[in-house]
């Protein structure tokens, strides 16, 4: 789906269809292997804006070999990573599957509740602040689950993503494993909601500390850097630079953080190099597509979204990962063709959510943009509370989400209707808001 942040626009979906050799009167067609690919902030108009500077195994065989599905339309708020990967495998909106923001406030509890936080199981693999994850926030079945319940199973569904979120939420609640990056430890992770121990060749991966390995190549362009001319010169005001850079400009100098910082690989485009290496391992060790029960590995690219947090989307650092993703997406397909098997696996391609540009950006081109100040929520709480000449009417504000506080409101004989109203009544009086805001 390409989305702006926090504004449900149309999902878009790219397949790479499977071919079988098995006529219909002998078996029902089925791919040996359904593969996921996730990426986290895509928006739609990469795939054109970068596609001359692409090669023809990556993005263009997609293109060429797939079919997209350009508007399919689930209309939601928020889209962000945890509920645009539970929208897209579940089909659903968040009203119904329950994952309505990566955080939100929960009014049984008292508090901020993590998307797929779960005090009942423990973290296996990583460090011992690595807080433990499972999904059991989620009401409904996944497509995964439903395949688990199709094939009585048998299949095999592996989930991997570098956020935790990324990983657990697509393959829903039967899987027989989910992985996920401690940037603590630079250990792949999982929890003991699905099993007890790492496999062996998950220890083995671990072992080989690869997040060292990619350090080493530090980050320059893959291309002379006066060839981004889809993207804003280097050094902006509005991009973000590493903790031991003085600059954000390329190159980017990684071989310090050796042994010592294993987070910051999730800003660069080695943490797409990361994922697809364990994926590979995954198929490999679990033996998925090699009968005719189908598996399913759902893979979601996360540092996209942490590049174009830091530099922006319209940055050199966003375009490059892109032009990288294309290489790494052609040998995967070569893997899969020669593991699998050309034309016995289906490959879909989608994102959780896109990305504005950043306002700066936006303001320097002379396109109407301005921040939001967060700080105005205290004014605004205390306005609210003001009008009802009560204290504490509004509990919580988490993801443009505003939380009353129902105690209250009773225990003042108010009508929660008539604080809605005022709610929506004083927020369209924001010349900062666009369009009405609605109950």
């Known amino acids: 789906m390409i989305c702006l942040d926090f504004f449900p626009v149309s999902h878009w979906l790219f397949f790479l269809a499977v071919q079988t050799g098995h006529s219909q009167s002998q078996s029902l067609p089925r791919p040996k292997l359904v593969v996921g690919l996730m990426v986290d902030q895509m928006r739609w108009d990469y795939l054109y804006r970068f596609y001359d500077r692409f090669g023809s195994g990556g993005f263009k065989r997609v293109f060429n070999e797939g079919f997209t599905s350009e508007n399919t339309f689930i209309p939601y708020a928020q889209t962000l990573t945890a509920a645009g990967h539970t929208t897209v495998y579940t089909g659903t909106t968040p009203a119904i599957h329950g994952i309505v923001g990566n955080e939100w406030y929960d009014k049984a509890l008292g508090r901020s509740v993590y998307c797929t936080e779960d005090n009942t199981v423990v973290t296996i693999g990583g460090s011992e602040k690595a807080a433990p994850q499972s999904p059991r926030n989620m009401w409904v079945t996944t497509i995964c689950d439903e395949l688990k319940l199709a094939t009585n199973f048998r299949s095999k569904v592996i989930g991997i993503a570098i956020k935790d979120r990324g990983g657990i939420l697509p393959v829903g609640h039967s899987a027989d494993a989910a992985y996920w990056y401690d940037s603590k430890s630079g250990n792949w992770v999982t929890s003991t909601y699905y099993m007890n121990a790492l496999p062996e060749w998950v220890n083995k991966f671990n072992g080989r500390k690869i997040v060292d390995s990619l350090y080493k190549q530090n980050w320059n362009t893959l291309y002379p850097i006066d060839t981004y001319v889809q993207s804003t010169k280097d050094d902006q005001v509005w991009e973000g630079k590493f903790g031991h850079e003085t600059s954000p400009v390329f190159p980017h100098e990684l071989n310090s953080q050796i042994g010592k910082n294993y987070g ?5 485009p080695y ?6 290496a364990f994926a590979r391992q995954a198929v490999e060790a679990e033996k998925m597509g090699a009968d005719a029960i189908t598996d399913f ?9 942490y590049v174009g947090h830091q530099f922006g989307p319209n940055s050199i650092e966003v375009e490059d990962t892109y032009l990288r993703l294309d290489r790494e997406l052609a040998a995967f397909f ?3 063709d020669q593991k699998v098997g050309k034309g016995q696996y289906l490959f879909f391609l989608t994102a959780d959510h896109a990305v504005a540009h950043n306002p700066n950006f936006m303001g320097n081109h002379k396109f109407p943009a301005k921040y939001i100040d967060r700080n105005g929520q205290a004014d605004f709480a205390k306005k609210v509370n003001e009008n009802f000449k009560v204290n504490n009417l509004i509990l919580d504000f988490q993801n443009y989400h505003i939380y009353l506080n129902d105690r209250v409101i009773d225990s ?3 009508k929660k209707s008539e604080v809605k109203k005022y709610l929506i009544d004083l927020l369209n009086k924001d010349e900062n808001l666009f369009g009405c805001v609605r109950q």
Not at 264 to 268: D, H, M, N, Q, V
């Open 297 to 305: 590995l759902a893979l979601s690219l996360s540092s996209p979204d």
């Open 412 to 414: 003042a004989g108010l």
């Open 271 to 276: 943490g797409n190099t990361m994922a697809f």
């Open 334 to 336: 070569s893997y899969l």
């Open 264 to 268: 910051t690989i999730s800003s660069t």
